[in-house]
């Protein structure tokens, strides 16, 4: 196993294919639900465009594993390789992919509450033009109402820089 991006994460070779994997680590003592949830959501959002395929979880030792497809780099890489610029086609491209995946989150019943260019990530190989969505540690269900959606008892959850102002104000919904 190789470090990836935080002592969390990992790479790895999946033993019976050769193939590179993504390893998330999670400490049993620290919040042991919250991997469990995560694999919970990978397994529900299964079949799905741009959503990477679960391939292993359990537990071993004092950690709680989840291996996944490993996959190519994040929009924030990109965009720090890009010299923090993309052009208007890139941007259509991307922004069509990733508002299909938000979409595809929201039909099943989840609203992922960290997105940011660090949680979407292009594919590798054949599939190095498709874009992923990872990082559900802060995802949460949500139920649709008859006319209005409730989003009951989510405070602001993820990374601040990425939240909208009225969540920033204490706001749990934009239009309020």
């Known amino acids: 196993m190789k470090p990836l991006l935080t002592p969390a994460h990992w790479t790895g070779t999946d033993l019976s294919s050769g193939e590179e994997v993504a390893i998330k680590l999670s400490f049993v003592r620290d919040n042991a639900d919250a991997l469990r949830d995560e694999k ?15 391939r292993w979880f359990g537990k071993e ?12 780099p994040s929009l924030e890489d990109l965009l720090n390789y890009c010299g923090r610029k993309f052009s208007l086609k890139t941007i259509l491209l991307i922004a069509d992919q990733a508002i299909a995946r938000i979409e595809y989150i929201h039909s099943k019943g989840f609203l992922h509450r960290d997105i940011k260019p660090d949680n979407f990530l292009m594919g590798i190989g ?5 874009l992923y969505t990872i990082d559900f540690g802060l995802a949460r269900e949500f139920e649709y109402t008859e006319h209005t959606k409730q989003f009951e008892g989510l405070a602001l959850g993820g990374t601040r820089r990425y939240a909208s102002i009225n969540n920033h104000n204490g706001r749990k919904k934009d239009n309020q």
């Open 40 to 54: 919970d959501i990978y397994e529900e959002l299964a079949g799905g465009v741009g959503n990477p395929r679960l």
């Open 61 to 72: 030792c004092d950690f709680y594993i989840l291996v996944m497809d490993a996959l190519g």
């Open 126 to 130: 054949r599939q190095g033009n498709i």
